[in-house]
């Protein structure tokens, strides 16, 4: 759970980490259904639209301005994002 | 009785006939919402000025071509706050986005507004859409406008619930398993989730992109129709909007049900259903076939497998989606992480709430190497499977017919403990979303006084037969003008 809870970037608690750990162990365990399914010679579905490969023409389109991309940014300097340093 | 408690056509009609004005309808709507918002709790913020503004606008253009401006001029509406408006503050109902002022509007939002709609604000739901009951929301408690010691459903609940108590004359909503049409049962209004692709979801925050679908709430299934044909069509922002016409729905749900094949799945019928429910149904499906419809056995037999593949795959694409909810571009910031992860971590802790943080480590799981091929891979196979039982059942019917859930509205509370009841409460809208298929909930009948929805399924694009075969549920049930009269009460903040 702590490394799950790492790799979420979530900044859990042990206290915390320790009640999700039980409830996700359940649910983990209802979800383990699925091992009873019949999925020989079935392929995966990961979109149901039926539409493939489409494309636009390559060509530029006009998007946020810079201003308009920070507006909702806590902390910026000259037109960028500012951040903690990565470590 | 307030004119919000007519349908749509009858409001163009006034409109036109110059018997009131989209302002004084408008002024109407921010009246009702004054008086029974601070009971119902569905709105997070209204945003009168503008609105009446709109309003005005729609008023210089009915005057100017009464004719050729959409039925939805001038008509008020309000979105739910998954759904992005330019100005306009969205939250999703979650701390880490307050505050977040979109620099657009989601599609569906630009197209009524292009009709002329008028947007009153914006509607409370579970955090990301997480949720069947509206307690998720961060900021406060959505109540049933029939029973204010109930949910209203979720996750669209402010959106079903603005719509029972009459402050609104249609909301759009979300639902990416059921979402929309949970809530549309329990508050006894249409909600109709369109078939995957049907409508643009461009600007809609995501939760689970290849299940997420926009669609209305409303009074009547007409008023559906109405505007649903205003924001479905194909929109180049998002590449996966089905290129298939729309069509005139309007006219498509006055065909009646006579000669059609309506499908009853005996797995949904089989469940553990509230005898108040069943007997809703049996009745609405009895009405049916004195309509001239024929009602036909037909098997899902994968049902048994959605729920657990939905709760696979909706969390894998939670853990992914919400990835970009870091504090960075928007929300409340971090003032004192010396790294970048500690400014993450800071941002997510202290802006998820508990249903979401779940998910997003449930979706980490399941897509974490060693657990890939057992878990998410497995899903995606079963959805093949779902997808195919409704298939092969399309080919023998024209629709399929159930209750929406297997209950009506719980008390408030009730399942907040338990994740796993939560979840089972939309155990009969998850496999369309899995499918990608049409639905709809429309009122059938009470129980013990609360509302109780019928589903149409029908198929890929097949919004035409869901809307017909609700407007001959609707017609049979004949109580569309019945009104919930919720009481003053002082609102509980969550």
């Given at each position: 759970m702590a490394n799950l809870g790492r790799l979420a970037r979530l900044g859990l608690t042990p206290e915390e980490?320790?009640?999700?750990?039980?409830q996700i162990a359940d649910i983990i365990a209802a979800?383990?259904?699925?091992?009873?399914?019949?999925?020989?010679?079935?392929?995966?579905?990961?979109?149901?639209?039926?539409?493939?490969?489409?494309?636009?023409?390559?060509?530029?389109?006009?998007?946020?301005?810079?201003?308009?991309?920070?507006?909702?940014?806590?902390?910026?300097?000259?037109?960028?994002?500012?951040?903690?340093?990565?470590? | 009785m307030s004119l919000l408690e007519e349908p749509i056509s009858e409001l163009a009609r006034g409109l036109r006939a110059r018997e009131f004005s989209s302002v004084e309808l408008t002024q109407v709507a921010l009246s009702e919402i004054e008086a029974k918002d601070g009971a119902v709790g569905a709105f997070l913020r209204t945003t009168g000025s503008a609105a009446l503004e709109q309003a005005r606008a729609a008023d210089r253009h009915l005057a100017a071509d009464p004719g050729g401006a959409s039925t939805l001029c001038g008509i008020p509406v309000a979105y739910k706050d998954v759904l992005c408006t330019k100005g306009v503050e969205t939250t999703a109902g979650s701390r880490i986005l307050e505050g977040f002022v979109p620099p657009y509007s989601a599609t569906a939002v630009l197209r009524l507004e292009a009709a002329g709609a008028v947007g009153l604000g914006k509607l409370n739901c579970d955090e990301f859409a997480m949720g069947s009951s509206n307690e998720n929301s961060a900021f406060q408690e959505t109540r049933n406008p029939w029973d204010l010691g109930r949910v209203p459903g979720g996750s669209s609940g402010g959106s079903a619930a603005a719509v029972a108590a009459r402050m609104a004359c249609a909301t759009l909503g979300s639902d990416t398993g059921g979402s929309i049409r949970l809530p549309a049962s329990f508050c006894g209004v249409v909600g109709v989730k369109p078939s995957y692709g049907r409508v643009s979801r461009y600007g809609l925050i995501p939760f689970a992109s290849s299940l997420d679908q926009i669609g209305p709430l409303t009074k009547t299934v007409e008023d559906?129709?109405?505007?649903?044909?205003?924001?479905?069509?194909?929109?180049?922002?998002?590449?996966?909007?089905?290129?298939?016409?729309?069509?005139?729905?309007?006219?498509?749900?006055?065909?009646?049900?006579?000669?059609?094949?309506?499908?009853?799945?005996?797995?949904?019928?089989?469940?553990?259903l509230d005898p108040g429910v069943r007997s809703v149904f049996d009745h609405a499906a009895r009405e049916l076939e004195a309509a001239g419809a024929r009602l036909i056995p037909v098997s899902l037999p994968s049902t048994e497998y959605a729920l657990a593949a939905y709760y696979v795959l909706a969390p894998a694409e939670v853990s992914s989606n919400l990835a970009r909810m870091d504090g960075v571009r928007f929300g409340p910031?971090?003032?004192?992480?010396?790294?970048?992860?500690?400014?993450?971590?800071?941002?997510?802790?202290?802006?998820?709430?508990?249903?979401?943080?779940?998910?997003?480590?449930?979706?980490?799981?399941?897509?974490?190497?060693?657990?890939?091929?057992?878990?998410?891979?497995?899903?995606?196979?079963?959805?093949?499977?779902?997808?195919?039982?409704?298939?092969?059942?399309?080919?023998?019917?024209?629709?399929?017919?159930?209750?929406?859930?297997?209950?009506?509205?719980?008390?408030?509370?009730?399942?907040?403990?338990?994740?796993?009841?939560?979840?089972?409460?939309?155990?009969?809208?998850?496999?369309?979303?899995?499918?990608?298929?049409?639905?709809?909930?429309?009122?059938?009948?009470?129980?013990?006084?609360?509302?109780?929805?019928?589903?149409?399924?029908?198929?890929?694009?097949?919004?035409?037969?869901?809307?017909?075969?609700?407007?001959a549920v609707e017609e049979a049930a004949a109580l569309w003008r019945k009104v919930p009269a919720p009481t003053p009460h002082e609102r509980r903040l969550a």
């Open positions: 980490l320790e009640q999700l750990g039980e979800v383990g259904k699925l091992a009873g399914a019949d999925i020989s010679h079935v392929n995966p579905t990961a979109q149901v639209g039926g539409l493939r490969n489409v494309t636009r023409p390559d060509e530029l389109v006009a998007g946020l301005s810079a201003d308009e991309a920070l507006a909702n940014a806590a902390t910026k300097e000259a037109g960028l994002l500012r951040v903690p340093a990565i470590q | 559906a129709a109405q505007v649903l044909e205003v924001i479905a069509g194909r929109d180049s922002r998002d590449s996966t909007s089905a290129v298939a016409p729309v069509g005139d729905l309007t006219e498509l749900l006055r065909g009646g049900v006579e000669g059609l094949r309506l499908g009853m799945p005996g797995e949904y019928l089989a469940m553990d910031g971090f003032a004192s992480a010396s790294s970048l992860t500690e400014a993450y971590e800071q941002a997510r802790h202290r802006g998820f709430g508990p249903e979401v943080r779940r998910r997003i480590l449930l979706g980490t799981y399941v897509l974490s190497s060693g657990y890939y091929d057992a878990y998410y891979l497995r899903a995606q196979k079963v959805r093949t499977l779902v997808a195919q039982d409704f298939e092969r059942v399309f080919s023998e019917v024209d629709a399929v017919i159930s209750p929406t859930a297997p209950s009506a509205a719980f008390r408030l509370g009730e399942r907040v403990a338990d994740p796993l009841a939560m979840y089972a409460t939309d155990i009969l809208t998850i496999p369309a979303n899995l499918a990608g298929i049409s639905g709809i909930s429309v009122p059938a009948g009470f129980a013990a006084g609360l509302p109780v929805g019928l589903q149409v399924l029908g198929p890929h694009l097949g919004e035409g037969v869901c809307l017909r075969v609700a407007a």
